[in-house]
């Protein structure tokens, strides 16, 4: 949930590229595909953590940083194109559920 510079300084040093363009390409690919996730609230993958296996993940806030991430997993037979609005929906409503209770018991911690 970083700005895209904030990415490029903190991961940039450590990606993995055989040459300073390709791990500027990889960064700039990589902050592009986040922008998309930032718009739809989840991100997807399917095959590529393991071949038959997909997952999905929604950011957990604490205030306004991302403080942890939910996400389910499972064979990617079951993550199918009409199946993923339903199960990200699930995911994101969770995810901000959790959010909710986060901050609560921030705010519960802190009066204390």
């Known amino acids: 949930h970083e700005e895209p510079e904030?990415?490029?300084q903190i991961?940039?040093?450590t990606s993995p590229s055989s040459?300073?363009?390709e791990r500027t390409l990889g960064i700039k690919r990589f902050t592009s595909e986040l922008e998309?996730?930032?718009n739809q609230g989840y991100a997807l993958v399917r095959n590529e953590l393991e071949e038959g296996a997909s997952a999905i993940g929604a950011p957990v806030f604490n205030g306004d940083?991302?403080?942890y991430?939910?996400?389910i997993?499972?064979?990617t037979f079951r993550f199918?194109?009409?199946r993923v609005p339903e199960l990200a929906a699930e995911v994101m409503r969770s995810a901000h559920e959790l959010s909710t209770l986060v901050q609560v018991g921030e705010n519960q911690f802190a009066a204390n």
Do not use: C, E, F, S
Request: net charge positive; no cysteine.
């Open 6 to 8: 904030r990415i490029a």
């Open 11 to 13: 991961y940039g040093p």
């Open 19 to 21: 040459n300073a363009r």
């Open 36 to 38: 998309g996730v930032r």
């Open 65 to 67: 940083r991302v403080a």
């Open 69 to 71: 991430a939910l996400w």
């Open 73 to 75: 997993g499972g064979p």
């Open 80 to 82: 199918t194109d009409a």
